[in-house]
């Protein structure tokens, strides 16, 4: 079994970048591929993005496309989540997840993260 471990999260201003990390420990990480969520108070979780086993192949939701990037390092056993240019409807617990592949579906979820809190102030 993976265990995950977000980190990176916190406070920011509208406009502003954090990079959040996920730290995989336990066997097998290299291979799933890993997935991002989010979700904020009252909202269902959301799909954030995804990047593959080999980190050759990634996908995100609409809402965030173009402003996020994610990247993995097998090595390190760790996936990062890069935003940018973040509003304030960005702000929720962010969660990462393993898949068999990368996926949007909840229900294909193999490990998750115990979350990252972002806010982002206007």
């Known amino acids: 079994q993976v265990r995950l471990v977000e980190s990176g999260g916190g406070l920011v201003q509208a406009g502003g970048s954090l990079r959040l990390s996920c730290v995989a420990s336990g066997r097998g990480f290299h291979a799933y591929a890993v997935d991002w969520f989010r979700q904020a108070p009252g909202k269902e979780r959301e799909f954030v993005g995804a990047?593959?086993?080999?980190?050759?192949?990634?996908h995100y939701g609409d809402s965030v496309k173009g402003r996020f990037t994610i990247s993995r390092e097998n090595a390190n056993t760790t996936v990062y989540l890069q935003m940018n240019s973040l509003k304030a409807e960005d702000t929720a617990v962010y969660y990462c997840?393993?898949?068999?592949?990368?996926?949007?579906?909840?229900?294909?979820?193999?490990?998750w993260g115990q979350g990252t809190q972002v806010t982002v102030s206007s």
């Open positions: 990047i593959s086993r080999g980190g050759d192949s990634t």
């Open positions: 997840a393993t898949s068999p592949i990368p996926t949007s579906d909840r229900r294909r979820i193999v490990s």
